[in-house]
């Protein structure tokens, strides 16, 4: 970047990672909440700087700034501890230049292995993905809230005592080898990301195009340390192939549009056909794990030119197979499986087994939305109205909300 150019929220999205992995890296695990806070300061100070003096090196300049931050903070903490202490901490000579690179490492091994370091399988799976959303993807406590439909103060109190945790255990940043042992946690924690990226739980926005990428980087980084593993592989290609119709999920005035109404013309064709392909390369002598199982559903969907040409059976049989993988656990694959019940044994049978789902998980996310929809075709009208003021009144994410007060008006003013 020249001395001058803008620098958005993007870079500093896609650079603040690589600066706390290095100052992990420096200063050690146990160190994880100071080197934390040091980047957030650092990170004030870019977007005050910036702007009237933008640097030439930005990764370089956060670095050099946060390691002043680190280095501030530890005097002041030391301050209030004894003096010995203090002198030992500060004596520990930095073992990278000052130049902000390190030696034998990249910042793509940066961002992964902080990721590794998040997922630390002496963290409860809860607390590995608050502090993964938190640390790596820079979501604020309330949003990360958001995604699990949690109260503010018990995810921030999860992100605290996993920081605790990680002082606790102390160490420094896992090896890229080390990938495979915490591959689990990392997956589905950048399906989270995934997950909060494609249907933003609040705000007006319907999707997130920055964590988006961001996820997206992310597992390729993943794919690169582990080219073998068909449950990765799988991942990017349910990333890829959702993150394709992001041109077409919104409307040119921000309005939420759903699967069956896009313009399909709109979608990213190099994004659906490089996803296609990693399924059908990594498919045949494949385990069907729930990654791979999705993409399969995910690509089934890119290859059709509409909703009605849609393999739907395929997706139903697919979905099936996912709720064994899954053991049941996951309501939400269950929900997605009735949608397709729908389209291939009808509207009743759909719902028959949606009302089960409602008693068995009541509150669940979208559910109301699909029983409107369901309702609306079967022209059970005043259910169907009910459902969709239920269904907006759940949701906190803007677009939705305005697409299900839009259904529902056009349900109220249809002729009969």
Known sequence: MSPGAAVGEDLLRELAPQVLARLVRTHGAGQFDVCEDAVQDTLLAAYRQWPADPPSDPLAWLVTTARRRYVDRVRA??????????????????????????????????????????????????????????????????QIANVHQLPEATVAQRITRAKRRLAELGGDLPRPRDAAERLSPVLDVLYAMLTEAHHTTSGTPARDADLAAEAIHLAR??????????????????????????????????????????????????????????????????????????????????????????????????????????????????????????????????????????????GLPRLDAVRAHLLERLGRTAEAADAYRQAARAT?????????????????????
Do not use: F
């Open 77 to 142: 903490d030391s301050r209030r501890r004894d003096r010995e202490a203090r002198e030992a901490l500060l004596a520990h000579p930095l073992s990278t230049p000052p130049d902000g690179a390190d030696p034998g490492t990249s910042p793509a091994d940066d961002s992964l292995l902080l990721l590794q370091l998040c997922c630390h399988p002496a963290l409860a799976r809860p607390a590995q993905v608050a502090l993964t959303l938190r640390a790596v993807a820079g979501l604020t406590t309330a």
């Open 221 to 362: 980084l993943l794919r690169q340390a582990l080219p073998e593993d068909p449950e990765v592989a799988g991942l990017l290609a349910l990333m890829l192939l959702t993150a394709s119709r992001g041109p077409a999920r919104q409307a040119d005035d921000g309005a939420l549009v759903p699967l069956d109404e896009q313009d399909r013309t709109r979608w990213d064709r190099a994004l659906v056909q490089e996803g296609v392909a990693l399924v059908e390369a990594t498919v045949p002598g494949a385990a069907p794990g729930p990654y791979l199982l999705q993409a399969c559903v995910a690509a089934l969907h890119a290859e059709a030119p509409d909703t009605a040409s849609t393999d739907w059976s395929e997706i139903l049989a697919l979905y099936g197979v996912l709720e064994v993988v899954t053991a049941h656990r996951n309501p939400t694959i269950t929900l997605n499986r009735i949608v397709a019940e729908a389209q291939v044994r009808g509207d009743g049978a759909a719902l028959a087994s949606l009302d089960d789902l409602g008693r068995q998980h009541p």
């Open 396 to 416: 906190r994410n803007l677009a939705e909300q305005q697409y299900l007060q839009r259904r529902l008006r056009a349900l109220l003013t249809a002729p009969t």
